[in-house]
């Protein structure tokens, strides 16, 4: 059964990156598309970006001159890495295995960061 | 970039009682749509993805259908750990996004 669990700050400063982890158990993190998908407190869903092993990325055109993302197979993990982050940025991040390039499952549990001083 | 409407926002209803749910989107997504399920607290469940193919350990309840720009989730008979939010979700070849949800809470 595959299991993702996020890691990292919950807490980042204005205008400081946002860097969070996504370890996946029971499965080869070479393999899939992996996803990165946000929610602010209250609010939807919104897509963050997708990456695979070989390099191949594709963000959120809204955020993508501030996302980077990639995968390291050694650990088995991904990453996010969002900068010059602003309150807007606030939000629960979750990441997810981004199935056929088509639907996400499975979706880990969610790690809150919070942009503030 | 196509967007995704749900509808109603709201639905109230009862135990045992038959949800309906709709999806539109602003232009045809064939039929690349998924629906989740997230309860408070929680992370979104997949229900259903290719407009209608259920889920790995989804209940017979959870029925999806549609095609192109219209798509339906239905919930036969609401069991007490149905109310929760739903989102739609379209891949095309644009980025991939989601509706605004329709929270399905106990009359």
């Known amino acids: 059964q595959v299991q993702l669990q996020e890691s990292g700050p919950g807490l980042v400063k204005p205008s400081e990156t946002l860097s969070l982890t996504c370890t996946v158990s029971?499965?080869?993190?070479?393999?899939?598309?992996w996803s990165w998908i946000r929610q602010p407190p209250g609010k939807g869903l919104e897509w963050v970006g997708y990456?695979?092993?070989?390099?191949?990325?594709y963000y959120n055109p809204a955020l993508k001159s501030r996302l980077t993302m990639s995968v390291d197979t050694s650990r088995n993990q991904f990453s996010l890495n969002l900068k010059s982050v602003t309150a807007a940025d606030t939000a629960v991040y979750y990441c997810?295995?981004?199935?056929?390039?088509?639907?996400?499952?499975?979706w880990g549990q969610g790690t809150l960061v919070t942009v503030s001083s | 970039e196509i967007v995704l409407t749900q509808s109603p926002a709201t639905l109230s209803l009862s135990p045992g009682e038959r949800a309906t749910l709709s999806c539109r989107a602003s232009?045809?997504?064939?039929?690349?749509l998924a629906w989740y399920q997230q309860k408070p607290g929680q992370a979104p469940r997949l229900l259903i993805y290719?407009?209608?193919n259920r889920a790995t350990g989804i209940p017979a309840r959870f029925s999806g259908s549609g095609s192109g720009t219209d798509f339906t989730l239905t919930i036969s008979s609401l069991e007490p750990e149905d109310f929760a939010v739903y989102y739609c979700?379209?891949?095309?070849?644009?980025?991939?996004?989601f509706g605004p949800g329709t929270r399905v809470d106990l009359k």
């Open positions: 997810a295995r981004y199935q056929m390039l088509d639907w996400f499952d499975p």
């Open positions: 029971g499965d080869s993190v070479g393999s899939y598309y």
């Open positions: 990456v695979y092993n070989s390099g191949t990325t």
């Open positions: 232009q045809s997504v064939s039929r690349y």
């Open positions: 290719d407009a209608s």
């Open positions: 979700q379209q891949r095309s070849n644009g980025p991939p996004g």
